[in-house]
């Protein structure tokens, strides 16, 4: 299933409805929404309907409250005359302890190397977490440590099996591996 | 954070225009302690914190850039 519609709000229209239905029935009622004109470009991520907030909190299993945000840069092409099919040219998946300080852990992916900045690995994964090397300890975010694309339901998954996050449903594993199935085949994602 | 009505429903209706992004990226970069220009510099220069409230300026601001 590819994400197309017939205009380009429709496009991200039905991205959003995906991933909210994913969302609503295995780790939280917060819902995404978009910003901009998905013409040209479009950020769709977590928007509160009980405030403005960007991110969700969940209550972990023995790591207290941490706050989530799910983010992609979208835009849409067009594919023949009456088509418009997504494409996600940025996405930044992030844990953090506090909303205004530096995330814990984050997933970066960048369609194109961005100017000014070295050519790391454009899907890496970096946080603030501290890592222990022989010669001292670093932190995460001094790497650009190299992932595969990472989709919204890996987090998901991370979340309820990793991070004890009590999951919305008993077939939560079946709805993401089907939602996941969608997602890789729908997202023309350039990799 | 203090939002406007009209803010607070073009966000749930998924109608922000871009004079309403630029007031989220105000209001957001107030909450950073940082005004409109200072944050849409930091944005572009990659020096925001990579918590959600400086994700969500650096990508509001990358909408406006597009």
């Known amino acids: 299933m590819a994400f197309e519609g017939r205009t380009p709000a429709a496009a991200v229209q039905l991205f959003c409805d995906h ?21 040209h470009r479009a950020v769709v991520d977590i928007r509160l309907k009980e405030g403005v907030d960007s991110f969700v909190g969940l209550k972990t299993a023995g790591y207290g409250l941490v706050f989530l945000q799910l983010a992609q840069l979208v835009t849409t092409e067009a594919v023949g005359r009456r088509r418009h099919q997504l494409r996600t040219v940025r996405y930044r998946y992030s844990l953090s302890g506090d909303p205004e300080h530096d995330a814990l852990v984050r997933w970066d992916y960048s369609h194109e ?9 454009r899907h890496h994964i970096q946080g603030s977490l501290e890592v222990r090397l022989p010669g001292g300890v670093a932190h995460l975010n001094e790497f650009h440590l190299p992932t595969g694309y990472v989709v919204i339901e890996d987090i998901v998954r991370f979340c309820i099996v990793d991070l004890g996050v009590k999951p919305l449903s008993q077939d939560w594993d079946d709805i993401l591996r089907e939602s996941s199935r969608t997602l890789r085949a729908g997202l023309a994602t350039g990799l | 954070m ?18 309403q992004i630029r007031q989220l990226i105000e209001i957001e ?32 601001a990358a909408v406006l850039a597009a």
């Open chain 1, 19 to 39: 991933l909210n239905r994913l969302l609503n029935t295995t780790l939280t009622r917060a819902r995404l929404g978009f910003a901009g004109e998905p013409g």
């Open chain 1, 113 to 121: 190397q961005e100017h000014g900045f070295k050519p790391w690995c």
């Open chain 2, 2 to 19: 203090t939002v406007p009505d009209d803010l607070r429903e073009a966000i749930e209706n998924n109608t922000m225009t871009e004079a």
């Open chain 2, 29 to 60: 970069a107030g909450e950073l302690g940082l005004t409109y220009v200072e944050a849409m510099r930091k944005a572009r220069a990659g020096e925001l914190p990579t918590g959600p409230l400086g994700t969500d300026i650096e990508f509001l």
